[in-house]
């Protein structure tokens, strides 16, 4: 397979979303997972916004790549802060929530047992890499460590980590399904007073009352009074950018308005977290929080994030050791320096959101919790006898020996965790596999052989789908294997851990080429790199023509294969519009002539949501040829392929069946769904073409990855991995990127993430990790 020349890179935005704050270390390219807004997301002149400075709910950070806003998906929505914010409701069958409603009560249950858990401590919070645990501290460390006044372990404890037990392990009764707790509403109600009160100050303030249900949503009922009060809180709003804010403030304070306001300064400090988080960072290095600041007209930035500390906007971490005296070198006995005067490393101050600090913290303590928990003199050796291949029973193996393992391997290894699955319940234990989609639960289902073996994550911690919680709210489980855990953000990880009991075993298994989590953090590129617990690599290689074209990718290779049966098709195109026109006619006549696979089982895949032949731009033209209509509800017909959000970073694909005054109808892999009026416009989109992070995790019959010229800068090899590798029995490239391709995937891996999960990993106990 190779490249075809005489391509000229466009103008489409790459997978660098505008003002956003990477690590120095990630350099000019936008990480893997982020993507450009479209050139009509630019503000206007004056700096205030105006409707068509609102990105489309599509657009945002490829680190969602979901049809919501990408503010959404940094979870900075209305859905998010509701979830966050509201007070915990009475109880209510499970069967009455919706999956977003469950999750978002998941996390703020998780929160809020953490803020207590972290308010009984006496002493700053035990994080290996040293979480101070007061406002006081937090200033302090920053002013003296950063001064070089004095070292950074004055200021932060990096104890072992030695999680304590949280729950007994479950009994072995038959455990009674517990009804899960009232959900916050997906959005916060806004009353027509809230909303006429915020319509005024936009006014004012000249920027579009469109705005002024999501800073209800955002803000609250008391947006009006917040916005006249700090107008720079309208940062909170999705899609809003400092430019915009920065007009608006001007047209409510007028002379009072200056840049180094410090109601200014706090909210830059927030956002600029706040959008890295839609790079997938949990952190940022201060060093780069004070360039962008700087960059924004602030005067003083290191009193800009000093003030954001002392604030309590942003926590402040320092990242490794510093050198002991012993390695600098004593003087020799002359008195002279000697090795002392090399030269010590300076500390890496972190800041991040405590959202995310607390959510790494509660994740590594309660891996730990299971690592130490679990009964490591099982006897699983007959089972693993029996297992269908060598790798198969080298997981069931380890994992009989060990309370958390990692396993990772391709399309094929999924047979792995399946087979020890029934090996478990061969056993008589509880064993369960989780995925992120239906489609994962269907195939996961297949290799077991036993439906009731699947779940989906969602359906698991919502009640709606498993075993449900014994008597002391755990999952009924004894082992939960959890596949494609590459698309583990860190807040639902915490969540997912957070509900396993003491005792049970937990599998991550996924396949560490694919592009990371839409939601921050890399949970299992950090459990993997971490060797806290033991790793079994699988054997199995993926088979045919696509799995070796991807074998090759995932090492850097993009080979020619053999490919008898056109399992393999390059498409050679000129420019974005032939790449429109070859991919529609690929859809609707070559592929289901050739291949006898219909339309709605053929995915098309291209690299952002903008340009022209980005997602919108293929829906539109698929639209048109495979079910055209006039959009009667809401933009939608019957029939129409969409994709839905119920969650920030969750993607749903579906079908649409009408529309009445509930919402827009749905079928979801065969689960009704029924879309609120008001949520259809920022989480609904169409869905014949997808981005690769919105299909990783999925695969279909066949599938067609639209790769024009104007799309080479948003290329990198865990996305050309996750695209190709998304057809089952055949696959098409539509290829007009010329040698933008082979470069990619030689050159170009995955775009580092700032976490703080790895350390605090590797100060766990190292008894039970792998060598």
Not at 15 to 35: I, K, L, M
Not at 716 to 724: E, I, L, N, Q
């Amino acid at each position: 397979m190779t490249a075809l020349p005489g391509e000229t890179p466009g103008t489409v935005g790459t997978d660098t979303p505008q003002d956003t704050v990477s690590p120095p270390e990630a350099g000019a390219e936008g990480p893997e997972h982020a993507e450009a807004p479209d050139a009509s997301d630019a503000p206007d002149a004056s700096g205030t916004p105006d409707p068509s400075d609102v990105p489309d709910a599509s657009e945002g950070g490829e680190s969602s790549d979901t049809p919501a806003d990408a503010d959404d998906d940094a979870k900075g929505d209305a859905e998010a802060e509701a979830g966050a914010d509201a007070a915990p409701a009475s109880a209510a069958p499970a069967a009455e929530l919706s999956e977003a409603q469950a999750e978002l009560a998941a996390q703020r249950e998780l929160r809020e047992r953490i803020e207590k858990r972290k308010a009984e401590k006496a002493a700053p919070i035990a994080a290996g890499t040293g979480l101070s645990g007061t406002a006081a501290d937090l200033l302090a460390a920053v002013r003296a460590v950063e001064s070089g006044e004095k070292s950074g372990t004055a200021f932060f404890d990096r104890p072992a980590a030695t999680p304590a037990s949280r729950r007994p392990a479950p009994a072995a009764a038959q455990p009674t399904r517990t009804p899960a707790p009232e959900a916050a509403p997906t959005a916060r109600t806004a009353t027509p007073e809230a909303l006429d009160a915020v319509r005024a100050v936009l006014t004012e303030g000249g920027a579009p009352e469109a705005l002024a249900r999501p800073a209800v949503g955002a803000l609250g009922e008391q947006a009006a009074e917040l916005l006249r009060t700090d107008p720079w809180r309208l940062l909170a709003v999705p899609g809003v950018r400092p430019e915009q804010a920065d007009g608006f403030a001007r047209a409510l304070l007028g002379a009072d308005c200056g840049p180094d306001d410090g109601r200014r300064k706090a909210a830059l400090v927030g956002w600029l977290l706040e959008r890295a988080a839609l790079q997938g960072h949990t952190a940022l290095d201060a060093d780069a929080v004070r360039t962008a600041l700087a960059e924004r007209a602030v005067g003083d930035p290191d009193a800009a994030v000093r003030d954001a500390v002392e604030e309590g906007v942003a926590l402040v971490f320092q990242e490794g050791d510093e050198p002991s005296a012993d390695d600098a070198g004593a003087a020799d006995s002359d008195g002279e320096a000697g090795d002392a005067d090399v030269a010590r490393e300076p500390v890496q101050v972190l800041l991040g959101l405590d959202r995310y600090a607390l959510a790494e913290e509660s994740l590594a303590d309660g891996l730990a919790r299971l690592v130490n928990a679990c009964e490591k003199a099982a006897d699983w050796a007959e089972a693993a006898a029996s297992a269908p291949s060598p790798s198969a029973a080298e997981l069931i193996r380890t994992t009989a020996a060990a309370g958390l393992v990692a396993h990772s391997g391709g399309e094929a290894a999924r047979a792995e965790p399946a087979a020890l699955i029934a090996a478990a319940r061969g056993l008589g234990l509880r064993a369960l596999g989780a995925t992120h989609s239906e489609d994962g639960r269907r195939r996961l289902a297949a290799a077991t052989g036993d439906p009731d073996t699947a779940v989906t994550l969602s359906g698991l911690l919502s009640g709606a789908q498993g075993p449900g919680r014994d008597e002391d709210g755990a999952l009924a489980l004894d082992l939960l294997v959890v596949l494609d855990a590459p698309q583990l953000d860190v807040e639902g990880a915490a969540v997912l851990v957070e509900a396993l009991a003491d005792g049970a075993r937990l599998v991550l298994s996924g396949d560490p080429g694919v592009l990371g989590s839409a939601g921050a953090g890399r949970v299992f590129a950090d459990v993997l790199a971490s060797h806290a617990c033991p790793q079994v690599v699988s054997r199995t290689p993926d088979p045919g023509p696509i799995g070796e074209l991807v074998s090759g990718i995932g090492i850097g290779e993009l080979n020619q294969v053999d490919a008898p049966g056109k399992e393999v098709v390059i498409v050679p195109v000129r420019d974005a519009g032939e790449a429109v026109h070859r991919t529609v006619q690929l859809v609707a006549d070559s592929v289901p002539r050739a291949f006898g696979i219909p339309a709605e089982e053929t995915q098309v895949i291209t690299v952002g949501h903008g340009g022209a032949a980005g997602t919108r731009a293929l829906n539109e033209a698929l639209k048109q040829r495979l079910n055209p209509g006039p959009g009667r509800f809401g933009g939608f017909d019957p029939g129409d392929r969409v994709v839905h959000v119920p969650a920030p970073g969750r993607t749903v694909p579906g079908v649409v069946l009408s529309a009445d005054a509930e919402g827009l109808r749905l079928d979801c892999g065969g689960v009704p769904v029924v879309v609120p009026q008001e949520r259809v416009e920022s989480s609904v989109r169409h869905g014949w073409a997808l981005s690769a992070h919105q299909a990783a995790g999925m695969r279909w019959p066949a599938a067609v990855v639209v790769l024009p010229g104007d799309a080479a800068q948003g290329l990198s090899r865990p996305w050309v991995y996750t695209a190709f590798g998304r057809g089952e029995r055949h696959l098409s490239v539509v290829h007009g990127v010329d040698q933008a391709l082979p470069h990619a995937v030689a050159q170009v891996p995955a775009q580092e993430r700032t976490t703080r999960l790895r350390p605090l990993l590797e100060a766990l106990p190292t008894s039970d990790a792998a060598s």
